[in-house]
Antibody, heavy 116, light 107 residues
Framework: EVQLLESGGGLVQPGGSLRLSCAASGFTFSSFAMSWVRQAPEKGLEWVSAITSGGGATYYADSVKGRFTISRDNSENTLYLQMNSLRAEDTAVYYC?????????WGQGTTVTVSS | EIVLTQSPATLSLSPGERATLSCRASQSVSSYLAWYQQKPGQAPRLLIYDASNRATGIPARFSGSGSGTDFTLTISSLEPEDLAVYYCQQRSNWPRTFGGGTKVEIK
């Protein structure tokens, strides 16, 4: 079964850091570009970041550029999102999704809350 | 950044009725438009990619059309389980962007 499982969310103070992980199974992870998409409470979807299958190219939304870093470990079938200098407006459910541009497989999401 | 505007914001229809959802782009996205369904408490699900191609396992009552700046998602005969928010999304340009969503309510 094709599956994505996020972890690493939690409560963090403004200015703090958090690293999200996404464990992939059921498909050849190293063959697919991957993305992070987030959804603030009661709001719509926002694309955050994408990475190519080999990790050689990365893309970011302007709202997170310079603060977030996407990476992957193809030997461990895992996608990461390092989030630094977190702000209240980063509070959201973070989904990892398969693909660079249209996403056919999604995880269940992990919740990040930025609050003092 | 390409802005996607969805209308209406809310659509309330009875089972068996036809639902027509609209998505308009601020500039041409060619056919690089997808539609997602998000049911309450769930992750989004890909319905349509590249404007008119149904994703794997999506029922035939869902169809997409359009190109350039104007797109439509049609649900030919609403089922109670179609209660959800529907989002369009473009992959023509970076950053990838979503529309604000259309909420489909079942009467």
């Amino acid at each position: 079964e094709v599956q994505l499982l996020e972890s690493g969310g939690g409560l963090v103070q403004p200015g703090g850091s958090l690293r999200l992980s996404c464990a992939a199974s059921g498909f050849t992870f190293s063959s697919f570009a991957m993305s992070w998409v987030r959804q603030a409470p009661e709001k719509g979807l926002e694309w955050v970041s994408a990475i190519t299958s080999g990790g050689g190219a990365t893309y970011y939304a302007d709202s997170v550029k310079g603060r977030f870093t996407i990476s992957r470990d193809n030997s461990e079938n895992t996608l990461y999102l390092q989030m630094n200098s977190l702000r209240a407006e980063d509070t959201a459910v973070y989904y990892c999704a398969r693909g660079p541009s249209s996403w056919d497989v999604w995880g269940q999401g992990t919740t990040v809350t930025v609050s003092s | 950044e390409i802005v996607l505007t969805q209308s209406p914001a809310t659509l309330s229809l009875s089972p068996g009725e036809r639902a027509t959802l609209s998505c308009r782009a601020s500039q041409s996205v060619s056919s690089y438009l997808a539609w997602y369904q998000q049911k309450p408490g769930q992750a989004p699900r890909l319905l349509i990619y590249d404007a008119s191609n149904r994703a794997t396992g999506i029922p035939a009552r869902f169809s997409g059309s359009g190109s350039g700046t104007d797109f439509t998602l049609t649900i030919s005969s609403l089922e109670p389980e179609d209660l959800a928010v529907y989002y369009c999304q473009q992959r023509s340009n970076w950053p990838r962007t979503f529309g604000g969503g259309t909420k489909v309510e079942i009467k």
